[in-house]
């Protein structure tokens, strides 16, 4: 078989929905009648071959994408199934970067939910051609009609059925395929893997002809001699049909719908002839661009070839406990074989390959290579991480990298005992190489590990393998706000120790100027002392003594910032002053000092960014108020609105939930650091109720 031939033969797709709309079933359904499985697992049981994690099988969702391989009408087709939860929405993110096609899932009686809406914007990002298909045609309230005017009112995209249900809830008997104009019966004794395949019944018919109708006239549009036969109202060559929907699929103009009901064996196998018949294969996908390593202006493209230089992406981390670090790679064009090198452009070092194997969830093959179009996984990989390209080292380039959201959550984690300390500082590199939105930090002000993700569900996930799987003992809590102190008013102050108590004393004597910097810097110290009054030497002893005094503040015990301090005046003794003794004279005068300058206490504010479709944006305004937030400006977008606010960090906390469940999943948003700012006094007031300042 020729390259050319392999190559459009191969099928990459990713299946991806809003949670709960049945992807794992259907991934489950197609490994079974694939013949890549011989029994089906359900996800209600904790027994689906994509659910392998103990915490998917638990909780009945997926969290990790899971891939596999299996085979359809002599083309391969590599499956990634996706989690649905918005808080693991870089699994869909990365799966989507290195996939041709994807197969969106809508369940029938929920119709367009709100993370169908994140993940075809996300598909809409890397342009991946889709096909949408409704499921659940079983269950009481299913709509198919509603769910399809649905899907055409929410997306820009000319959703169009390919198939229709003959009946639906409980009178769901069997699809009508709108190309063929048959009606498929699945016999149930055999779950599904056999079927008839019979003249429409004829109180449908004119309901099958009304959709066939509108199918036509969608394809017509992409293929003049069709439109010219459909005008004419002749007989279409049901080959052209195929090859129009084919076309205007893999260019994103069309999508086609079908129907089924994965749990009831119903629909599958016409599901996997549109995933042959409709999806691109990688040679029907542009070129890959990426850009030279010495000159980042400049694009290289890498044709999906055999015959061209090897490229691959990195684009899913994994920790197994049989083989170490597992590298998914998407290659993208020539050979990568086991036990050859490539470089790493980024890391800037070459990565020997092992090992390669053929996922199947959490089992694999060994191969001896993988070719252009193939999805695998490589053992052996040191210094890559998600997003890195691979390529052949005498040809580099560097491909088009990911981009994740920054966390938005943070919790403290404190190991039990000393043992834990070493694991848990070895469990979350692990954990922080296979999730790009994991981060990590220490919090030197308040000795904390704090662990940043992108929701409470993320953070409970990674905090159960860290006990789990890694086997550490650890204390999670909330982190604490690192609140600081600030002086507004410019104090004359004086600090003098003396302790002369027979022999040699103790002698240090100041007199500060201090007050709030000017420019926003944190500490400015100058001597504008004349003549001698104190030496020279001592003077860098003064400003320690001034620096240690700031790490404690005179309100609450927050380091204090944004301080000017000037060394005007002071006396010294030829036998008993030394360097301790004027240190520790300057952190009296400052304390001193800084009780009379006005102190005030500052909390970190944030640059918020929420994205909300139109119905709830009075809901969202309203709570971003009620958290003190400050509304800098909003910018509609499409279907939905930008909104710029600033908002204090301690306002912040459980917001992710709270944002959640006012726009029913649908607003995101993103948060960074952008300064520090005065607490207003009523909020002070509350923080220290009942303390004694």
Known sequence: MSDTERLKKI??????????????????????????THRMGEVHDGAATMDWMEQEKERGITITSAATTCFWRDHTI????????????????????????????????GGVEPQSETVWRQADKYRVPRIAYINKMDRTGADFAHTLKMMNDRFATNCVAVAIPAGEGEMFAGIIDLMSMKFRVFHEDSHGTTFDDLDVPDDMIGMANEYREKLLEAVAEYDDH????????????????????????????????????????????????????????????????????????KVIMRKPSVDEPASALAFKIMTDP????????????????????????????????????RMHSNKREDISEALA?????????????????????????????????????????????????????????????????????????????????????????????????FSVGAAVGKPSVAYKEAITQTVECEGRFVR?????????????RIGPTDDGSEFR?????????????????????VRGAMLNGVLAGYPITGVKCELYDGSYHEVDSNEMAFKVAGSMAFQDGARKAGPILLEPIMDVEVVVPEAYM????????????????????????????????????????????????????????????????????????????
């Open 11 to 36: 099928r990459n797709i990713g299946i991806m929905a809003h949670i709960d709309a049945g992807k794992t079933t259907t991934t489950e359904r197609i490994l079974f009648y694939t013949g890549k």
């Open 373 to 469: 179009g193939d999805i695998v996984a490589a053992i052996g990989l040191r210094k890559t991480t998600t997003g890195d390209t691979l390529c052949d080292p005498k040809r580099p380039v560097i491909l088009e990298s990911m981009t994740f959201p920054e966390p938005v959550v943070s919790v403290s984690i404190e190991p039990r005992t000393k043992a834990d300390q070493e694991k848990l500082t070895d469990a979350l590199v692990k954990l922080a190489e296979e999730d790009p939105t994991f981060k990590v930090r220490y919090d030197e002000e308040t000795g904390q590990t704090i662990i940043s993700g992108m929701g409470e569900l993320h953070l409970e996930i990674l905090v159960d393998r860290l006990m789990r799987e």
């Open 525 to 545: 110290f100058e001597s504008t002392i004349v003549g001698k009054t104190i030496p020279r030497e001592f003077i860098p002893a003064v400003e320690q003594g």
């Open 500 to 512: 002369q108590t027979g022999g040699k004393g103790q002698y240090g004597h100041v007199l500060l």
């Open 78 to 109: 590599n499956i990634i199934d996706t989690p649905g939860h918005v808080d693991f929405t870089v699994e869909v993110e990365r799966s989507l970067r290195v996939l041709d096609g994807a197969v969106a899932l809508f369940c029938a009686v």
């Open 226 to 297: 069709l439109l010219e036969q459909f005008l004419h109202d002749e007989e279409l060559d049901p080959k052209e049909v195929l090859a129009a929907v084919r076309k205007a699929t893999v260019e994103s103009h069309m999508v086609p719908v079908l129907c089924g009901s994965s749990f009831k064996n119903k629909g599958i196998q016409k599901l996997l002839d549109c995933i042959i018949d409709f999806l691109p294969s990688p040679i029907d996908k542009p070129p890959v661009n990426g850009h030279d390593v010495d000159k980042p202006d």
């Open 322 to 357: 049989y083989v170490g670090k597992l590298t998914y790679v998407r290659v993208y064009s020539g050979t990568v074989k086991a036990g050859s090198y490539l470089l790493n452009p980024e890391a800037g070092i070459k990565e020997r390959i092992a090992r390669l194997l």
């Open 618 to 693: 009075g809901s969202v305004v309203g709570d971003l108020n009620s958290r003190r937030g400050k509304i800098n400006g909003m910018v509609p977008r499409n279907d939905v609105t930008v909104i710029a606010v600033t908002v204090p960090l301690s306002e912040m906390f459980g917001y992710a939930n709270t944002l959640r469940n006012i726009s029913q999943g649908r607003a995101v948003f993103t948060m960074q650091f952008a300064k520090y700012a005065r607490i207003p006094e009523e909020v002070t007031q509350k923080m220290f109720e009942g303390v004694k300042i």
